[in-house]
């Protein structure tokens, strides 16, 4: 038996006194069996979406093929890092309908460790040895896995994914049968390839199973076959010591797609970056950091630090900064750059000093104003450009000083693309 979550047990046992059979089925029992806590919990039971509305008028249908309730008891937590999002915790509830017997329902699963069903009142279901895998620490498939991975090719990457979060072993049948079909996924939806890379990453054994996609070819999968063909001794040294060192790091999800990324050539991680179709916002920071990590260790005094922290905004260097120290961890390298830029920071903050435009005295409408321009594209343009003043020394933050640069910067296009050097006197 399994320590259920308080708000699921309730639910449970109120779709049992309205008669219907129901049971905790899949990831939810093997982590709890594994002494590891569940927040993602799946029922499936009897009753149909009709009665669970009646029982449960605030949960939420899913509309899909196979439609589901989802009953949300969850609260949010905020990160600990900048670019570390905020998480939910407490427990996320989907409930399913069941047609045949609770035996039916776990020839469905894949993997034997997701083959398990139990219910406190009735008994705790374990058909194809489950359990006792656990103990193994071993990932098998509940029938041929050669069978299941050309029905399911995405089941190969999920393996991978069971294995990477357990710490656990692929059965030798379940291992050689992805390395005879691996080129399943080339023609997959690269979206699914993509979530299962992901969830990979974020596990507490990352290493291990990227180790485990590139043994198996599962990379090319990840890369393209173009990129992973491509790959060069360099490439595959980095990637090898990112497997070593990733568990390591804190599993954040941008750091850790980072992480791979920059073990690569910036023009075979790009390539690899298009492949994947990231969202928008990933992409942008996965690519920058494939452009600027190198700038990012040259920042040699707070000038440099201000420029460059106005360049890229707040965001984007927080997760340059944070990618930047796991990736001390990962190569061993030294720590006195990631001190430097600490301080550089801890200066500003504590003197308040100006960096980004609206740290400014003077906004767009005042240049305009000062008859500078009348456009109020070129004025925003100015208004970054008039940042450079600031940078070079906080005091200059007075409205004459800037609107004369701005003014200046406006005449001459030398002046505003030479507005960081440094003149000799």
């Given at each position: 038996?399994?320590k259920f979550?308080k708000d699921v047990?309730?639910t449970?046992?109120t779709?049992?006194?309205?008669g219907?059979?129901?049971?905790a089925?899949g990831?939810?029992?093997?982590d709890l069996?594994?002494?590891?806590p ?5 029922l499936?039971?009897?009753a149909?979406m009709?009665?669970?509305q009646r029982f449960?008028?605030?949960?939420n249908?899913?509309?899909g ?8 008891f ?10 570390e999002?905020s998480?939910?915790?407490?427990s ?7 047609e045949?017997?609770?035996e039916?329902e776990?020839?469905r699963?894949?993997?034997?460790v997701?083959a398990?069903a139990?219910?406190p009142d009735?008994t705790f ?5 489950g359990r006792?895998?656990i103990k193994?620490?071993?990932v098998?498939?509940?029938?041929d896995p ?5 029905e399911e090719p995405?089941k ?5 994914r069971?294995a990477?979060?357990?710490g656990?072993?692929l059965?030798k049948?379940?291992?050689?049968a992805i390395?005879a079909n691996?080129r399943?996924?080339l023609?997959?939806?690269v ?5 299962q890379?992901e969830?990979i990453l974020?596990?507490?054994?990352a290493?291990?199973g990227?180790?485990?996609m590139g043994?198996?070819g ?6 393209s076959?173009?990129v ?5 001794k ?9 497997c ?13 797609l980072?992480l791979?990324y920059?073990?690569?050539?910036k023009?075979?991680s ?7 179709n990231?969202?928008?916002?990933t992409?942008k920071?996965?690519i920058t950091?494939l452009n600027e990590m190198i700038?990012i260790n040259f920042l040699v005094?707070?000038l ?5 922290l106005?360049?890229h905004?707040?965001?984007?260097y927080?997760?340059l900064?944070n990618?930047s120290?796991?990736q001390?961890?990962v190569y061993?390298q030294p720590a ?21 435009a ?7 409408n005042d240049?305009m104003e000062?008859?500078?321009t009348d456009s109020?594209?070129?004025?925003q ?7 450079s003043v600031?940078?070079k ?5 007075k409205?004459e ?13 030398f002046a505003?693309?030479?507005r960081?050097?440094?003149?000799m006197k």
């Amino acid at each position: 038996m399994i320590k259920f979550d308080k708000d699921v047990l309730s639910t449970l046992k109120t779709l049992e006194k309205e008669g219907f059979e129901t049971y905790a089925v899949g990831d939810c029992v093997r982590d709890l069996i594994r002494g590891v806590p569940a927040y993602d919990w799946d029922l499936v039971t009897k009753a149909s979406m009709d009665d669970l509305q009646r029982f449960f008028p605030k949960g939420n249908i899913i509309s899909g093929e196979s439609p589901v309730m989802r009953i949300d008891f969850t609260y949010e937590v905020k990160g600990k890092d900048e670019d570390e999002p905020s998480h939910l915790e407490g427990s996320v509830l989907d409930i399913h309908h069941m047609e045949g017997t609770i035996e039916d329902e776990m020839g469905r699963s894949g993997f034997t460790v997701d083959a398990m069903a139990d219910n406190p009142d009735r008994t705790f279901v374990d058909p194809y040895g489950g359990r006792e895998d656990i103990k193994k620490k071993l990932v098998r498939a509940i029938s041929d896995p050669d069978r299941l991975f050309k029905e399911e090719p995405i089941k190969m990457m999920e393996a991978v994914r069971l294995a990477a979060e357990m710490g656990f072993d692929l059965q030798k049948e379940v291992y050689d049968a992805i390395v005879a079909n691996w080129r399943l996924l080339l023609d997959y939806d690269v979206n699914a390839i993509r979530v299962q890379l992901e969830r990979i990453l974020v596990s507490d054994n990352a290493g291990k199973g990227l180790n485990m996609m590139g043994g198996t070819g599962l990379m090319a999968a990840v890369l393209s076959e173009e990129v992973s063909n491509k790959l060069s001794k360099s490439d595959m040294r980095s990637f090898h010591t990112v497997c070593k060192n990733i568990d390591k790091t804190r599993p954040v999800r941008t750091r850790r797609l980072g992480l791979l990324y920059t073990a690569f050539s910036k023009k075979r991680s790009i390539a690899a970056i298009e492949y994947l179709n990231f969202d928008e916002k990933t992409k942008k920071k996965l690519i920058t950091a494939l452009n600027e990590m190198i700038d990012i260790n040259f920042l040699v005094d707070e000038l440099t630090f201000k420029r460059y922290l106005h360049k890229h905004g707040s965001e984007i260097y927080n997760y340059l900064h944070n990618l930047s120290k796991a990736q001390r961890i990962v190569y061993d390298q030294p720590a006195n750059k990631i001190e430097a830029r600490n301080y550089y920071m801890q200066v500003i903050k504590s003197s308040h000093a100006p960096v980004f435009a609206e740290d400014l005295v003077i906004d767009a409408n005042d240049i305009m104003e000062a008859g500078i321009t009348d456009s109020p594209e070129k004025a925003q343009e100015l208004l970054e450009l008039v940042v450079s003043v600031v940078h070079k020394d906080a005091k200059d933050n007075k409205r004459e000083i800037l609107l004369k640069a701005a003014k200046k910067f406006s005449k001459n296009k030398f002046a505003a693309k030479t507005r960081y050097v440094k003149w000799m006197k």
